[in-house]
């Protein structure tokens, strides 16, 4: 495995402690090769995320049917992403046009206009965290727990 790079500003090189001033430049993983990490909303991106879809998929309101499935990366979530579109849709097959990553969205990397624009029920994944995922009565809710070292 490659070494992570940390990246300090030259405020948090004199006090090593990370506090709100210095999160967003103290600690961007980015090991040797690969694109920079991004850091907003007091947490590490990839490069794939921006901080416009972040908060448009944390804003949008789940309708009735939606259903999300929420990992931490590396946990299941392609898996059961997989099961629940077998479950929900009557001719589920990943073919051309109707592939996992369309039909099944990850909000967090597209935002909720994309989202809206789908069929319902809706089929949504997340690496959001709890507090970071949109909620509703309305919606349901796939947690899914798993070492990650297992993956």
């Given at each position: 495995m490659?070494?992570?790079t940390?990246?300090?500003?030259s405020?948090s090189?004199?006090?090593?402690r990370?506090?709100?001033?210095?999160?967003?430049?103290?600690?961007?993983r980015?090991p040797?090769?690969?694109p920079?990490?991004?850091?907003?909303?007091?947490?590490?991106w990839?490069?794939i995320?921006t901080p416009e879809?972040?908060?448009?998929?944390?804003?949008?309101?789940?309708?009735k049917g939606?259903?999300?499935?929420a990992t931490y990366?590396?946990c299941?979530t392609t898996?059961?992403?997989h099961?629940c579109?077998?479950?929900?849709?009557?001719d589920?097959?990943?073919t051309d046009?109707?592939?996992l990553?369309i039909?099944?969205?990850?909000?967090?990397?597209?935002?909720a206009?994309?989202v809206?624009?789908?069929?319902s029920p809706r089929?949504?994944?997340?690496?959001?965290?709890?507090?970071d995922?949109?909620?509703?009565?309305?919606a349901?809710?796939i947690f899914?727990?798993?070492?990650?070292?297992?993956?």
């Amino acid at each position: 495995m490659a070494p992570i790079t940390r990246t300090l500003s030259s405020d948090s090189r004199s006090d090593n402690r990370l506090n709100k001033e210095n999160f967003d430049e103290a600690l961007i993983r980015q090991p040797p090769g690969h694109p920079k990490h991004k850091c907003f909303f007091n947490h590490i991106w990839s490069p794939i995320f921006t901080p416009e879809l972040i908060r448009s998929a944390k804003s949008y309101e789940p309708e009735k049917g939606d259903v999300f499935i929420a990992t931490y990366p590396k946990c299941g979530t392609t898996w059961t992403q997989h099961i629940c579109s077998q479950l929900m849709i009557e001719d589920y097959e990943p073919t051309d046009g109707k592939e996992l990553f369309i039909t099944s969205p990850m909000i967090d990397e597209k935002g909720a206009e994309f989202v809206k624009q789908l069929p319902s029920p809706r089929l949504l994944k997340t690496h959001f965290e709890w507090t970071d995922v949109p909620k509703s009565k309305d919606a349901k809710y796939i947690f899914v727990c798993r070492n990650p070292k297992d993956s």
